[in-house]
């Protein structure tokens, strides 16, 4: 009898990136400060998309860049999400697909929104500015993610944010019963500091309720706790959750369980050149190995490695976007 393979599901909002060389004028004409990051409404997003054009596209957001980690790793991966009926949905699900990875995502049909997209806006001196629209990712409904919901799998990776939509909170609550039935542990990254502000009462109810894991960086696990710094942020998770990692940046992380604490010092790299997606390859990172029954104190280890080799490029995944943001426009 084979050993089956260990199995992470990822839920979050559904994005492509696209990747843009132009003129420092087109920042300022459409409302965007040079560097910044936007999140903007369905008419200033189509407007930009119009004029950019297609761009060199990468599937993202932030659970489906955990997942995608995935494809480096002895564990299988699956993203639900929801996409709509365009070339950018059509784009996300090839994307994941081509990496081996399963992505039943819902397709929003005749749909207004479009599937959300993160214009990065690269200007002749280098700069990158940001521009996010949500779009069909935003109306994801239970029915939908439920039946897309593998029956066996390890793992259910929660993105706070999904917190932010419409129907989210219901969508988070279904999914994570379904996982619990099915004999698997919920995970949570709260995302930023900001989403759990907006949804304080909710997730830590929820936290207290179903999260088995969580991950995420100082700043997020601190406005959730309502404790400053990590050490008291961690100690304030350890009361509800079993496995819990809290990132600080260069200074490394520190994970735990009912065994005790570890500090995961930070892997050496030797320039760092952006700091854009490390946290969700260090979330990739150690979940895969808990999903594979590591002790947690290699589960950090892994999860600094993976962190590592996002450091040295632009942009969360490597690939084509990543090398598009590096190079200043022509």
Not at 122 to 142: C, F, I, K
Request: glycine share 10%.
């Amino acid at each position: 009898m084979t050993e089956r393979t260990p199995h992470i599901v990822g839920l979050g909002n559904a994005l492509v990136d696209v990747v843009a060389a132009v003129e420092p004028e087109v920042v300022t004409r459409h409302g965007l400060t040079p560097g910044g990051m936007h999140l903007v409404d369905a008419d200033a997003a189509h407007a930009l998309f119009k004029e950019v054009g297609p761009g060199i596209r990468q599937s993202g957001g932030s659970v489906a860049n955990s997942i995608a980690h995935l494809a480096d790793t002895p564990v299988r991966g699956t993203y639900l999400g929801k996409v709509a009926n365009d070339d950018l949905g059509d784009a996300f699900c090839e994307e994941m697909s081509g990496m081996g990875l399963a992505a039943p995502v819902a397709v929003a049909q005749k749909s207004d929104h479009g599937t959300g997209r993160c214009v990065v806006l690269v200007t002749p001196d280098g700069e990158r500015t940001m521009s996010t629209y949500l779009g069909a990712a935003t109306t994801l409904m239970p029915p939908e993610a439920l039946v897309a919901l593998p029956e066996t799998f390890d793992i259910l990776f929660i993105e706070g944010y999904i917190w932010d939509a419409p129907h989210g909170a219901a969508v988070i609550e279904r999914l994570a019963e379904a996982a619990k039935a099915a004999g698997a542990k919920v995970a949570l990254t709260p995302s930023d500091p900001g989403c759990v502000e907006r949804n304080i009462d909710v997730m830590r109810n929820f936290v207290s309720r179903h999260v088995d894991i969580l991950v995420g960086n100082q700043a997020e696990v601190a406005a959730l706790a309502g404790r400053d710094g990590a050490d008291a942020a961690l100690g304030w998770a350890m009361t509800r959750v079993s496995i819990a990692a809290v990132t600080e940046h260069d200074k490394g992380s520190i994970v735990a369980d009912a065994d005790g604490r570890h500090h995961i010092p930070a892997v050496d790299v030797a320039q760092v050149v952006d700091s854009t997606g490390a946290g969700d390859a260090y979330a990739s990172g150690f979940l895969a190995a808990l999903a594979r029954g590591l002790p947690v104190q290699e589960a950090g280890q892994l999860g600094a490695q993976s962190a590592a080799r996002v450091l040295v490029h632009y942009g969360a995944r490597d690939g084509d976007a990543a090398k598009a943001i590096a190079l200043p426009a022509a």
